[in-house]
Structure formats: C-alpha cells, structure tokens
C-alpha cells in the first residue's frame, strides 16, 4: 500500500520535482514561488496554509470556489488554456502545477520553469487521487504532518456524515449541471469526485449509465426523470445564474422533472467538481445537511 501510494505521488507531482528542488517553507503571510494553473493544486495548496504567487482565472476562482479564500496578492496569469507565458517569466517561479495542456503550451511553461501535470483524472476514485495530491504537497512544502492530519481530519467528518446518513432512508442522489440551451444536462457518475463523495457517504447515484473519462455524460434533460425518487442536486455556474434562473421558470421540460415537481431539489451556486480534498467534504456537507432538513420536514 505505501509503496502504490509513493508511485501514485509521483505520476501527480513528479518525484524530480520533488527532489530536485530544495523544500518550500511557506509563511501563510507570503506568497511561496509556485504558480498553480490548476484549480484543484490551488485548492489544496490553499488548505495547506500555502499562498501560491499565482494562479489561473483567479477572479472567476473567487466567484466559483466555496472552499478557501483566495488571497488578494495572488496574481492571475489569465485562463488556464491560455496562460499569460509573458507575466509567468516575469515572476520567476520555482514551479508551476498545470493541467494537461497543448504540447505548444506545455513546452512553453517548461522553458520558464519546472512544470508538473496535475491531473485527477481518469480514476475509479478521484478522491483517493486528490489525497494523494495533497500529501504529495504537504510532502514538498515541508508540511506533512499538516498534510497528515488535514486529511485524516477531513476522513474522520466524511465517516462522521456518512453515520449520521445510515440512520434515515436515504433517496438517490443525481448531481447535474444543466446546460445554457435548457434541453441537455451534464450527470456526474462513475469516475467523478462526486461519486467518490457518494460512496463515502453510503449515498446511490441516480445516474448509473455510462461515464467518460473525466466522470460525466452529456444527456437531454428529460432523462434526469430516469431516477422520478431522488434528490436532484443542480450544480450552477456563476456566470449563468441568471440565464439558468430563466429557463427554469419558462423550460415546460425542467417544470416536468419529478425531482422538480415534489421540491426534491439542492442547488448549489458555488462548487467546482473537479476540485480536490476539501472541495469533496464541501459537498459531503452540503449534502448531509440538505438530506437531514428533509428527514426533519
């Protein structure tokens, strides 16, 4: 087991990096010289106590991320498919965590500093992944025992949330994030952050289909009825609120969601599903308390 969890350390921060360069100790005031191109090594750097120099689309961070505040002196390099390579040799940083991005773009990140893929996915359980991820940082921040105990902390809620869940009867769980023409949603299932969160918890996901790599499936918006019985959770993009808000009221198609109809709805304004550790427990809560409230109903 610690010798599968050391090879996974490295496939998502690569073990040179974590050799090659000398330890990061990171006073939470200062911003350490890692730029974090991905959200989810940003999230986690930010649970860690660590302020990375910068970091991808930090405005809309703000706007989406529920987890962790994002410092203000945290500069943003633009979005993460594109980001500004100009600005990112101007502020020399040790390391850059990216995502998997186009070959031209990843050259050019490694030409201005060392540079790891972060990359959760695919996985049978992105969870295990991000808990990886963060004792991996821990590791190269010289935080592991902050690494250590956030995790079993965060182990110990979701076993804490998942007892309080066995008590009562429990419907399905269906997370979907309905797409801006109104007819067609996007279902996380088997390979998602959120089905790990929902195996923890002892919850069924109402969408058992089939899943692509990333742990989603694009379907028409009335299949959402396969599951009539369960807790339709609606993951909202902030930039969309207002135009989602009109297609509920006016779309005849998401009035006529059984979920819809009896009340059976969560939504949640700020959730990133791709996120890491603590983006999992937000869920789990969210959840928990949501499904306890129906019980007392």
């Known amino acids: 087991m610690i010798a599968a969890r050391r090879q996974l350390?490295?496939?998502?921060?690569?073990?040179?990096?974590?050799?090659?360069?000398?330890?990061?100790?990171?006073?939470?005031?200062?911003?350490?010289?890692?730029?974090?191109?991905?959200?989810?090594?940003?999230?986690?750097?930010?649970a860690l106590?660590?302020?990375?120099l910068a970091g991808s689309d930090t405005g809309y961070y703000r706007r989406r991320m529920p987890t962790y505040a994002l410092p203000?002196?945290?500069?943003?390099?633009?979005?993460?498919?594109?980001?500004?390579?100009?600005?990112?040799?101007r502020l020399q940083p040790s390391l850059i965590l990216s995502d998997p991005l186009a070959p031209v773009v990843d050259r050019a990140l490694r030409s201005i500093a060392p540079t790891?893929?972060?990359?959760?996915?695919?996985?049978?359980?992105p969870y295990a992944r991000a808990s990886t991820l963060l004792l991996a940082l821990g590791a190269r921040l010289d935080r592991v025992?902050?690494?250590?105990?956030?995790?079993?902390?965060?182990d110990r809620r979701l076993g804490e949330l998942a007892a309080r869940l066995a008590s009562s009867t429990r419907p399905a769980v269906q997370v979907a994030l309905v797409n801006a023409d109104g007819r067609h949603a996007t279902l996380y299932g088997r390979g998602s952050l959120i089905q790990s969160v929902l195996d923890r918890l002892g919850l069924r996901n109402g969408w058992q289909g089939r899943s692509n790599t990333m742990g989603v499936t694009l379907v028409g918006i009335e299949r959402l009825a396969d599951a009539p019985d369960a807790l339709l959770v609606c993951v909202e993009l902030p930039t969309r609120l207002a135009e989602l808000q009109r297609l509920r009221q006016d779309g005849t198609l998401w009035q006529a969601l059984p979920a819809v109809r009896a009340g059976r709805v969560l939504t949640l304004p700020r959730f990133f599903p791709?996120?890491?550790?603590?983006?999992?427990?937000?869920?789990?809560?969210?959840?928990?308390?949501?499904?306890?409230?129906?019980?007392?109903?």
């Open 9 to 46: 350390v490295k496939g998502l921060l690569g073990g040179a990096v974590l050799t090659a360069l000398p330890p990061l100790f990171a006073d939470p005031a200062q911003p350490v010289p890692i730029v974090a191109i991905n959200w989810a090594a940003m999230e986690t750097l930010l």
């Open 49 to 52: 106590g660590v302020t990375p």
């Open 72 to 89: 203000s002196q945290v500069r943003d390099i633009g979005p993460f498919w594109e980001p500004n390579l100009e600005l990112l040799q």
């Open 116 to 125: 790891e893929i972060v990359d959760l996915y695919p996985s049978a359980d």
């Open 145 to 154: 025992s902050a690494a250590q105990a956030y995790l079993a902390g965060v």
């Open 274 to 297: 791709y996120g890491g550790v603590a983006s999992a427990l937000f869920l789990a809560e969210q959840l928990t308390t949501h499904l306890e409230g129906i019980r007392h109903v």
